[in-house]
């Protein structure tokens, strides 16, 4: 894995998003010309890779000027990131890689989790309001984020699929709908359980509720409409025009608490003003938070390495998998 | 420009668009996506008249009676502007105090007076431990030089 760790530090939010982007600057026209020549589905792992780069290398020394002078090894060192970033837009490279992630993420997963369990269960203090119940904002909280979060990242994935026209996109974004409608549900859900003691309602019709109830329906309608048409190139499309239609939503309910009134309290945690909730509560919260981010990461890569598999299964690469091969052997 | 820009500038395009037309949608419904109207809105006649509809506002400190039935209670709505009497005959939300948020959904009658079917608590951000409501709570007797 050769991602660079201090852009994946600072992409934070989008760590999910960086493998396999093409989001990096492309330095100089040489090295531009050359993407442009890459088939879309590139496919360099082996030699392709490596003679692209050696092109590369050689257009630079002829045409960049920072060839010849003392910024050359830094021009290879950018050059050779953006490789490999390509490099990742392939399933084919993707796929191992996912592999590779998919146990860190589930130990920092089970590591934030823990953490978090215990603070929220022992270490937190209880609510003077509202007694013991309040606990259900540690779930309640870090699902209704993610489930946002969630739909951000595939839309994103979606936009770039659609520009780019390149497959490992739609299948990222259909990987990650079901954990974002598993997250819009959890929200919804834990809303109910707390409103009906807290409140005195499981459901009222007002901007926040309705409008997280939206989210859960276009996370349903993107996998519906993805599953009801069989080219998966055509479904990736659909899916991603409704993706993006969907992502005005995301700012609605974002802000429905502070645009109306409505019965949903505001914003405890908000970027522009400190916390209105006790420091071990914020904390308990916030590992909580992680630990589903983790989660989702995880969960998804699982399910993406999945979907390769089921639409990439003509490519020789995947019946030379040792996991397709055995099983092949066995049957 | 390339057909990849294109698409891109189409995507981009098309949010813009859509973020538009969304905005200028929630816009138009602004009066009908609020939940609640505050006491003070009631008095500047724009809540709906004959219909029912749900004001929000605190209850007011002292205000809470409870008729002997132990179900009927009376209390007043305020945002600290205007008051509004509200009457009303069911089981409180255990979130429900005097000093704190409250929604409740009935009907004004010609002398003002609310008559709710249904009475939610609003509860606010603050989540605090009871030490810390307690020393909030401390701070206000003792402004109010009040000896036990």
Redesign the interface.
Known sequence: MRLKAGSGFLFGPFSLCSAGVLSVPLPGAPVTKLIELAPLDWRPLGSGAGAAFERLQRALARHGPQGRTGLGNRTHYMNNRIINWFKFASPQTFYPLAGRMIPWFWALAAAFGLAGLYISFFVAPTDAQQGEGYRIIFIHVPASWMSMFIYLVMAFWAALGLGFNTRLSGMMASALAPTGALMAFLSLWTGALWGKPMWGAWWVWDARLTSELILFFLYLGFIALQSAIDDSRRADKAGAVLALVGVVNIPIIYFSVKWWNTLHQGASVSLTRSPSMAQTMLWGMLLMALAFWMYSIAVSLIRVRAIILERERHAGWVEALPEINGRMDAA | M?P?HK??AL?GG??AV??LA?ALV?NAF?SN??????PTQVAAGEAPKGKAFRI?GLVRDGSLKRQPDGLTVQFIVTDTEKDIPVAYSG???????EG?GV?AQGKLDENGHFTAT?????????????????AVDEAHKAARTVQP
């Open positions: 390339k990849r698409r891109f995507i098309g949010l859509l973020a969304a929630l602004q996506l609020v939940f609640f109207f505050t929000g089981i409180l939300p255990d979130l429900f105090r704190k929604v249904e009475v939610l608590a609003k509860h606010d951000e603050n989540y605090m431990p009871p030490e810390a409501q307690h």
